[in-house]
């Protein structure tokens, strides 16, 4: 399956499945009827219409309210690591997730819990249908393993960011469907686990080049890996980054820096990102906005809008010469390394260097950095959660090495910077680890998540406004809990 055909997914299936509106307790419908003129009752009868809807699945994860604005607020902005950016006046409702005071109306909200629950009803969709469909077996296998990642994916990006959410794990048939009450926070684990246990068991190592970008079987391992860390389950955390660290498929990019540049998308660190991609002469298809809210707001006709821009508080995180700060941080009136000048005007001091992309490859009419994937997964990732994981079992060795792995590719061969740890007290090595996935994984949208699920919240996030009991999770949208009549339930300390 061609990446293209992915990236244009939601156009080939063009309005065909009557697919129920994604959000929690809402009843629309899509049109049944497409330009081809098939409606749903005509879908879900060939390989080729399995093929379509896998397709729009992974077409959805690049839309705006997975990668954009909404992802932004929810998953970046209530850090240490970041500041709104752009200008005072523009979005200053960015501010709110950055001090903690956004109230439950705030419309970001309703977009990241529209979006989750958009793929979601994707994947439901998939593994309700393509079963009864007469195609290949093993591709039939397959497509279902990545629908079930899909949804393991979005909802635990939901559950991480508000606590208690309600679990669909079927398309809408009775309109008593349409309202779910919240599901308690254990059993959504619980089934995110079933999903990638399955996928797990289905999913290729790797792909041939034309399907490069699908999920694989060490991405669903590394999403496990990363929900039991949440859970506190340290020898599923360690099992199952050990599979991915032993399975020999994937190694650190040589070059920090050019890791997240588009000419090295899906390198050997890479475990899974959103595919984004500019289609020659179809602006709508090339319709990521990842990188051009992110760009440098500048003159030049290929900056962006200047949102989620590095903190001072992040680069002073840095240890001296560590390399990586100049391959996470552009520097309003520097030199980037791919030899753009950013305006010493420029209204923001910092810039996220991760999801930029050079001037050079902006194509006037298309959206700004479209081309740019969102790196969700890579091995770094996996070695610092093996390394978290055998600390808190007492490994000490294991955790040390791995630590070292990640410390060794950043140092780039300079013995005088970055030496490595040699502490074993437990507590120590653990604020090391800490530490170092602030500064490896910067502006990656993990340090939000990270920081509450140590418990340091009111520690770190204290001084921005983060309130013990509250501020753990986002408020649930308004909006749902008025179209379910009061059957969702706000989260606690909010009105």
């Not at 697919?19 to 098939?38: E, I, R």
């Not at 960015?94 to 994707?122: D, K």
Request: a negative charge; proline letters at 5%; aromatic letters at 10%.
């Amino acid at each position: 399956m061609n990446i293209k055909k992915i990236l244009q997914g939601t156009t080939i299936l063009s309005l065909v499945i009557a697919l129920s509106v994604s959000q929690g307790c809402k009843k629309s419908f899509l049109d049944t009827a497409g330009s081809s003129g098939t409606t749903a009752q005509l879908f879900w009868k060939t390989q080729a219409d399995a093929t379509s809807a896998v397709n729009a699945m992974y077409a959805d994860l690049h839309n705006w309210n997975d990668i954009a604005f909404a992802s932004i607020a929810v998953e970046s902005m209530g850090s240490d690591d970041v500041t709104k950016g752009s200008v005072p006046t523009d979005a200053s409702f960015m501010n709110e997730y950055r001090n903690f005071s956004v109230t439950a109306g705030e419309g970001q909200l309703e977009g990241f819990w529209s979006g989750m629950y958009a793929n979601i009803n994707f994947a439901n969709q998939i593994l309700a249908n393509v079963p009864a469909i007469n195609m290949d077996a093993s591709l039939k296998a397959r497509y279902l393993a990545e629908a079930k990642f899909i949804r393991a994916y979005d909802y635990f990006r939901l559950l991480r960011a508000f606590g208690n959410i309600p679990l669909r794990l079927h398309p809408p048939k009775t309109a008593a469907d349409y309202n779910l009450a919240q599901t308690p926070a254990a059993q959504v684990w619980a089934q995110i686990e079933t999903d990638l246990t399955d996928a797990a068991g289905v999913l290729p190592t790797t792909y041939s080049a034309t399907d490069v970008g699908h999920v694989t079987k060490g991405a669903a391992l590394a999403l496990h890996a990363k929900v039991a860390l949440y859970q506190k389950k340290w020898s599923d955390a360690a099992n199952y980054s050990n599979q991915v660290i032993s399975s020999g498929v994937y190694s650190l990019f040589s070059n920090y820096e050019k890791m997240f540049r588009t000419q090295n998308k899906n390198n050997s660190e890479s475990i899974f990102e959103i595919q984004c991609m500019l289609i020659p002469n179809h602006p709508d298809w090339s319709n990521s906005q990842y990188s051009q809210v992110q760009m440098p707001r500048v003159s030049e006709a290929a900056g962006g809008w200047g949102f989620n821009d590095p903190s001072q508080s992040l680069i002073d995180a840095f240890e001296t010469g560590d390399p990586r700060l100049k391959g996470t941080v552009i520097f309003t009136g520097q030199t980037t390394p791919e030899g753009d000048v950013i305006d010493a005007s420029a209204p923001n001091p910092y810039y996220n260097l991760k999801s930029y992309v050079p001037f050079a490859e902006y194509v006037s009419g298309f959206n700004q950095g479209c081309q740019q994937d969102k790196m969700v997964l890579r091995y770094a990732d996996v070695l610092l959660m093996n390394a978290e994981a055998n600390n808190e079992l007492g490994n000490t060795a294991t955790a040390l090495a791995d630590l070292e792995q990640v410390r060794a590719r950043a140092r780039e061969g300079n013995p005088a910077i970055l030496p490595p740890v040699i502490t074993t007290d437990q507590a120590a090595l653990r604020t090391a680890i800490q530490h170092e996935r602030r500064v490896e994984l910067g502006m990656e949208f993990e340090r939000h998540f990270d920081v509450i699920r140590w418990g340091l919240g009111s520690q770190i996030f204290g001084p921005l406004g983060f309130v013990a009991g509250k501020s753990e999770v986002w408020p649930i949208p308004q909006n749902e809990i008025d179209l379910s009549g009061g059957l969702l339930k706000q989260n606690p300390g909010y009105n």
